[in-house]
């Protein structure tokens, strides 16, 4: 694999300055852009290990950190494998927090993201392609939505509450999308049960939009996460699988 290079960068937004982590192949070359949506959890080492990974294969990977509201990563302490206790613990603190990030504040900031990997001197020219987990595959079906000519591909792993009956539920966005998508969902998560999936996939359907969505056997939420006790190790390779040859169809 090719060797890569990251630092923590400082994006303005509209609201502030998110931090952000940035890794590309170390060399002197723009390659394709990708914005990395974090989980609930936050960047940190495993998240950034992730990135890392597609940076190996030639991609520039922004993971900002979309709780920069509340201070720069980690917004809480974490430890360095999250059980399922100390994973219960952790939402009740960082769910008010994300609760916060309302779908105009999250779009106001995916607006600076992008902008920010446009001018990038690592990026090549044209649209980015996103990849996000947990919360992060609400923001990524979001952005998919706000920004459909900047956005080429979209992939979303484990995420929830896509397709509720809310009338600001993500799924909502799909008459606006024009990049393909993505979609790994894990069967034994009750944040997305069969009846969003069926939902999401109807309205994905009648947008006449290009997609895959697939439910991982046996996964539970957080599946891709390796710090966390939901990791799932057959899962996430799937996931690797299916998003690389996502990113290599639409970036390339």
Known sequence: MTAVSGTIVDIVTSDGTADAYLTHPNDHAAHPAVLLYMDAFGVRPSLTRMAD???????????????YRHGRAPVVDLPVHITDTRRR???????????????????????????????CPRTTDGPVAITGYCVGAAL???????????????????????????????????????????????????????????????????????????????????YTQADT???????????????LALLDRTSR
């Open 140 to 222: 990524a079906l979001r952005t998919a939505g706000a920004f459909p000519d900047r956005v080429a591909a979209a992939a979303g792993f484990h995420g929830g509450n896509l397709a509720t009956d809310a009338p600001d539920s993500p799924h909502l966005v799909a008459d606006r999308i024009t990049a393909e998508l993505y979609f790994g969902h894990a069967d034994e998560d009750p944040s997305m049960p069969l009846e969003q999936i069926e939902r999401l996939d109807t309205a994905l359907t009648l947008a006449g939009i290009r997609y895959q969505a697939d439910v991982y056997s046996g996964a539970r939420h957080g």
């Open 89 to 119: 613990a952790l939402l009740q603190q960082l769910f008010p927090l994300v609760g916060e990030l309302t779908p105009e504040r999250a779009m106001r900031d995916a607006d600076a993201y992008l902008s920010w990997l446009t001018a």
């Open 229 to 243: 006790h939901q990791y799932n190790a057959e899962a996430s390779a799937r996931h690797w699988t299916m998003l």
């Open 53 to 67: 990974r597609l940076a190996e294969h030639g991609y520039t990977v922004l993971v900002p950190n979309v709780l």
